[in-house]
T-cell receptor
Framework: DGGITQSPKYLFRKEGQNVTLSCEQN?????MYWYRQDPGQGLRLIYY???????QKGDIAEGYSVSREKKESFPLTVTSAQKNPTAFYLC???????????FGPGTRLTVL | QQQVKQSPQSLIVQKGGISIINCAYE??????FPWYQQFPGKGPALLIA?????SEKKEGRFTISFNKSAKQFSLHIMDSQPGDSATYFC????????????FGKGTTLSVSS
């Protein structure tokens, strides 16, 4: 069963704690992306990676960090420096020879 | 700086009617324009996409119209159905491999039966 998996679906965190969101894909896609979605704000790019061991900041990278040690995995860490982390986080991937970007099911993070 | 502007923010259409959502972009380097459909609590799914070398693309009840000179593109949903009720996002990207999409803020469509 191919696709993009994100875990967990719901995540609760206390203020001041770091938390890591998982994103795995078995589509053999080269590029992977993290977006943040807030009501009425659309999808805003946090980080993206086109190849293993390389990634670039998006428009709202402050307070977030990523790693890309394997082609299949692109975890996102929400650090305590992120001022307003409560949001819906979406991971996506794409084969660079094609246009289509596929999304995972998302993780809803709530800071208590 | 919002590079892709989408309107309206929300739309109510009667069953069987035509839903029209508009987007405008600023960067003339953009050369790929997809529309995504998102249901509550789910990830967005690609609906239809177009490149600037064509002015219109149709897939079933969904049509993209593209106006390169005006830097605008729109989604038309013909014979709208209650199952089409969702949030729709337009997006744009440059042609470089792996470049991220830039999204509009979304339109929430409600189709009344």
């Amino acid at each position: 069963d191919g696709g993009i998996t994100q875990s967990p679906k719901y995540l609760f965190r206390k203020e001041g704690q770091n938390v890591t969101l998982s994103c795995e894909q078995n589509l053999n896609h080269d590029a992977m992306y993290w977006y943040r979605q807030d009501p009425g704000q659309g999808l805003r790019l946090i980080y993206y990676s086109q190849i293993v061991n390389d990634f670039q900041k998006g428009d709202i990278a402050e307070g977030y960090s990523v790693s890309r040690e394997k082609k299949e995995s692109f975890p996102l860490t929400v650090t305590s420096a992120q001022k307003n982390p409560t949001a819906f986080y979406l991971c996506a991937s794409r084969k660079v020879s094609t246009d289509t970007q596929y999304f995972g099911p998302g993780t809803r993070l709530t800071v208590l | 700086q919002q590079q892709v502007k989408q309107s309206p923010q929300s739309l109510i259409v009667q069953k069987g009617g035509i839903s029209i959502i508009n987007c405008a972009y600023e960067n003339t380097a953009f050369d790929y324009f997809p529309w995504y459909q998102q249901f509550p609590g789910k990830g967005p799914a690609l609906l239809i996409a177009i490149r600037p070398d064509v002015s219109e693309k149709k897939e079933g009840r969904f049509t993209i119209s593209f106006n390169k000179s005006a830097k605008q593109f729109s989604l038309h949903i013909m014979d709208s159905q209650p199952g089409d009720s969702a949030t729709y996002f337009c997006a744009a990207s440059k042609g470089q491999a792996g470049t991220a999409l830039i999204f509009g803020k979304g339109t929430t469509l409600s189709v009344s039966s």
